[in-house]
């Protein structure tokens, strides 16, 4: 069973520009959630994808903008970078076993730094 | 949204002790988790516990879901124990999905 992989371990961009963090599913799963974690701080929840749309969001602008394939891997874009946005940007994975209900697993992460 | 607290948010302790980390949450729940999170950041999944009790090796944790709280207990710490453990919870709205609510975390740290 191979787990949740992210890529690119890490990043360094320039404010303003643009990024695409890049996340692969747990096998048989079929839903991703970002996350983004400041330093010090638990990981906040930015959103969630199933089935290719996006069915959850958090407290995030719309600059933050995902995408989910057909083999459920995901990409997570940020435009107009701030140096905010620094953080470790998380992928879980998971499988609804009912209603909200679903163990989520993570990836390692991808460090992003913004200066 | 529910609101997830931890404590303690430090804690040291010597090799060999025991500890107890509690987490309290604000509304019933469909999901709770615990995980370990690592000095490179990795989020390692310990408990996936909305209610009762489980065990795995020296860890265990325990969800009242009727008081509203979990806790996560470690015997015969080691230092690889060390590092933040984090409690994570969910409330199923109707409206979508909500993702998990994070507590701050307990940093803690064995001493050898």
């Known amino acids: 069973e191979t787990g949740v992989t992210q890529s690119p371990t890490h990043l360094i961009k320039t404010r303003g520009q643009q990024v695409t963090l890049r996340c692969s599913s747990q096998?048989?799963?079929?839903?991703v959630s970002w996350y983004q974690q400041a330093l010090g701080q638990g990981p906040q929840f930015i959103f969630q994808y199933y089935r290719e749309e996006e069915n959850g969001r958090g407290n995030f602008p719309p600059r933050f903008s995902g995408l989910q394939f057909p083999n459920y891997s995901s990409e997570l874009n940020v435009n107009a970078l701030e140096l905010d946005d620094s953080a470790l940007y998380l992928c879980?994975?998971?499988?609804?076993?009912?209603?909200?209900?679903?163990?989520?697993?993570f990836g390692p992460g991808t460090r992003l730094t913004v200066t | 949204g529910i609101q997830v607290e931890q404590s303690p948010p430090d804690l040291i302790l010597q090799e060999g002790a025991n500890s107890t980390l509690r987490c309290n949450f604000s509304d019933s729940v469909n999901n709770l988790q615990w995980f370990h999170q690592n000095p490179w950041g990795q989020l390692i999944n310990l408990f996936y516990i909305p209610s009762g009790t489980k065990q795995n090796g020296r860890l265990s944790a325990t969800t009242v879901a009727t008081e509203r709280y979990s806790l996560l207990y470690i015997s015969s710490s080691q230092t690889t124990d060390s590092g933040v453990y984090f409690c994570?919870?969910?409330?199923?709205?109707?409206?979508?999905?909500?993702?998990?609510?994070f507590g701050k975390g307990t940093h803690l740290i064995i001493q050898p």
């Open positions: 879980a994975s998971s499988q609804p076993i009912g209603a909200g209900a679903y163990e989520q697993y």
């Open positions: 994570a919870a969910v409330r199923y709205s109707g409206g979508g999905a909500d993702g998990l609510t």
């Open positions: 096998s048989g799963h079929n839903t």
